[in-house]
């Protein structure tokens, strides 16, 4: 059962930040399994559970590679070549696709936030095209605008768009053309943690979050299965 995460655990990765080797990871990795792998576990299970009730199939799989990130970065593909992770993601992905590619349920934590998202965060290529020919309908546009408006009315945060050039196909004086500026489509909510953090509050709290963003993550979720794969 998810009691909240220790009292260490923020300062844990502060320290990570501070000393960004392998060599000293290796030499505190019982410090990480028990602060942060172990309680992550235990939180996929506790919050999946709750996010059932919103989505009764969801992937929720407290091991590394399903719900939780490995803590090595795959420095090959990233601009930042420190081999750590200081920043913590939990992932809930709905539907049968890969979980980057799947709209899901996150929440992300570092020592100096907390950070609860739905939807995609990037898309890929197959995914942007979906995504483009699926907003080519008005009634999809119409929808998606309506939610990011109630969305941000409840004071969530959405990305920037992406590009300032129109995809072609669409044009500035369509209803809400704005929408195919994107490269992905989520929302999210930024908290600094408190003691909530360090207790089972943490799951009433990403829930609140999370079913009242549901409709975009209902959205976001029927445009991905419209996708054709490239693979």
Same mark, same amino acid.
């Given at each position: 059962m998810f009691h909240g995460f220790p009292k260490k655990s923020l300062e844990f990765l502060d320290s990570i930040a501070s000393n960004n080797t392998k060599e000293w990871f290796e030499l505190h990795k019982e410090e990480y399994v028990r602060l942060i792998l172990e309680p992550s576990r235990s939180l996929v299970v506790e919050l999946g559970e709750h996010i059932q009730a919103l989505v009764p199939t969801i992937n929720a799989i407290p091991k590394v590679n +399903? !719900?939780?990130?490995?803590?090595?970065? %795959?420095?090959?593909? !990233?601009?930042?070549k420190t081999p750590i992770k200081s920043r913590i993601g939990v992932i809930f992905w709905q539907g049968h696709a890969?979980?980057? !590619? #799947? !709209? #899901?349920?996150?929440?992300?934590?570092?020592? +100096?936030?907390?950070?609860?998202? &739905? +939807?995609i965060r990037t898309f890929k290529r197959d995914l942007l095209a979906a995504y483009r020919l699926y907003i080519k309908e008005e009634r999809h546009r119409d929808e998606l605008h309506d939610i990011l408006e109630t969305i941000r009315a409840? +004071?969530? #945060?959405?990305?920037?768009?992406r590009y300032k050039r129109y995809p072609k196909g669409f044009a500035k004086d369509m209803p809400h053309s704005y929408l195919a500026l994107f490269d992905a489509m989520y929302a999210f909510k930024v908290i600094s943690p408190d003691e909530r953090f360090f207790s089972?509050?943490? &799951?009433? %709290?990403a829930y609140r &979050?999370?079913? %009242?963003?549901?409709d975009l993550q209902q959205w976001v979720y029927e445009m991905t299965l419209t996708v054709v794969s490239e693979d």
């Open positions: +399903g !719900s939780l990130f490995r803590i090595y970065r %795959d420095t090959r593909f !990233s601009k930042n890969k979980r980057m !590619s #799947s !709209s #899901s349920f996150y929440l992300q934590f570092e020592p +100096g936030a907390i950070m609860f998202a &739905v +939807g409840k +004071g969530y #945060s959405l990305p920037e768009p089972e509050e943490l &799951v009433l %709290d &979050v999370y079913e %009242d963003m549901f």
